[in-house]
Structure formats: structure tokens, C-alpha cells
T-cell receptor, first 113, second 115 residues
Framework: AQKITQTQPGMFVQEKEAVTLDCTYD???????LFWYKQPSSGEMIFLIY??????QNATEGRYSLNFQKARKSANLVISASQLGDSAMYFC??????????FGTGTRLQVFP | NAGVMQNPRHLVRRRGQEARLRCSPM?????VYWYRQLPEEGLKFMVY????????ESGMPKERFSAEFPKEGPSILRIQQVVRGDSAAYFC?????????????FGPGTRLTVL
């Protein structure tokens, strides 16, 4: 069965430092997509970054990059130069051939000055 | 270019009443997904629709819940005879194509509170 695991319920990082949020996944489908979403305290879900299972390069979007290790089934999110506005819940999700997104339980990131 | 629209943003219902949640996908998107987020949890898939068709409703509770996406107008998630356990945030997402590479973009959610 498809599953997403986020083992860090909470993380702290100092402003301007980099932080890595862990995500592992399990699927038997050869074709899948991996996504990260940010949910600030206001509640909306904001798409951050996408990685396809056949992509050779790690995805990057501004300060966000995805450390994709296919053999280990991990898709960790790296946020560089953290900002106070990065404080939020972060969800890793996987979309496979059944079309639905399967979400992890999330990691609450707090950035302190 | 407007994003996914959901209304109302907040909905309060008493036990036994009906809740209707509306979702207008992004322009050009013909695929709509509904998810539910219970407090302090991740999102759980409920139903996937295209215009006039339910493609996958494997995450929908068997009773009281229904969804539609008519030819004209928004997608509707309907909850009949609400109970306290239905209190949650309900998110709608849309995507342009049916493909594992397509990103689902989310609306702001509807927070349902059942008194």
C-alpha cells in the first residue's frame, strides 16, 4: 500500500540557516510524483515543489530543493536561508496512478530569530 | 488568473443539518479533488471528479456524504445530517490533466464546525 512517512513532528531552525525536513515513501508503482506543501497558520495549502519518479535531477524552486534518493525512497525538503515567514506546517505527499494525493502527518517548522 | 475558489470559508452547522461546500477549480482545470483535514492531522483523500463524472470516491464515507461536479457551476460536497465528527477543514484541489506529474492546486479550504 502507498504510504508517506514524516518522522519529525516538529523542527526548529534559526533564521538564515538551512533546514531539512524528512520524508520517506512506499509505493509499488514505477511512476509517481512527490510533492511538498506548506500550510501556514492561516490554513491554506501552498504548493512548494514537485519531483517526478523518472526525473534525473533533484528539483529546485528558489530556496526550496528536494533531495530525492530513489533507492532509499526518500524525498527530503531542504529550505535554505530560513526566514521567519517559513514557520508553518510542511506536508510531503505522493501522487501515484490512482490520482489521489497521499499525505504524511506533517512537520511543524518554527524559525526563530 | 484566479486560483481555486472555495466558499464558504467558515461554516457552522448544528447536528442534523446539511452542509454544502462549493469549489470552483482554476481556469482550464477539469479535475477536482476533495480532501478532509481533521485537527492536527494530514489531509485525507475523499473523492475525485471530472465534469459530470465521479472517477474515484474510495475515500468518501458510505453514508451522508455526496459530491458532484456538474457541467455548469462549481463542484459541491454535500454532507447530510452532520455530526460533531464531521468538524474539519475541507479542501478542494484542481489539476489540468490526469497524470501523475500534474500538480494539484488547493483552495483555501472550508472550516466546518458542527455544534
Amino acid at each position: 500500500a502507498q504510504k508517506i512517512t514524516q518522522t519529525q513532528p516538529g523542527m526548529f531552525v534559526q533564521e538564515k540557516e538551512a533546514v531539512t525536513l524528512d520524508c520517506t515513501y512506499d509505493t509499488s508503482d514505477p511512476s509517481y510524483g512527490l510533492f511538498w506543501y506548506k500550510q501556514p497558520s492561516s490554513g491554506e495549502m501552498i504548493f512548494l515543489i514537485y519531483q517526478g519518479s523518472y526525473d534525473q535531477q533533484n528539483a529546485t524552486e528558489g530556496r526550496y530543493s528536494l533531495n530525492f534518493q530513489k533507492a532509499r525512497k526518500s524525498a527530503n525538503l531542504v529550505i535554505s536561508a530560513s526566514q521567519l515567514g517559513d514557520s508553518a506546517m510542511y506536508f510531503c505527499a505522493m501522487r501515484d496512478n490512482t490520482d489521489k494525493l497521499i499525505f504524511g502527518t506533517g512537520t511543524r517548522l518554527q524559525v526563530f530569530p | 488568473n484566479a486560483g481555486v475558489m472555495q466558499n464558504p470559508r467558515h461554516l457552522v452547522r448544528r447536528r442534523g443539518q446539511e452542509a454544502r461546500l462549493r469549489c470552483s477549480p482554476m481556469k482550464g482545470h477539469s479535475h477536482v479533488y476533495w480532501y478532509r483535514q481533521l485537527p492536527e492531522e494530514g489531509l485525507k483523500f475523499m473523492v475525485y471528479l471530472q465534469k459530470e463524472n465521479i472517477i474515484d470516491e474510495s475515500g468518501m464515507p458510505k453514508e451522508r456524504f455526496s459530491a458532484e461536479f456538474p457541467k455548469e457551476g462549481p463542484s459541491i460536497l454535500r454532507i447530510q445530517q452532520v455530526v460533531r465528527g464531521d468538524s474539519a477543514a475541507y479542501f478542494c484541489a484542481s489539476s489540468p490533466l490526469r497524470d501523475s506529474t500534474d500538480t494539484q492546486y488547493f483552495g483555501p479550504g472550508t472550516r466546518l464546525t458542527v455544534l
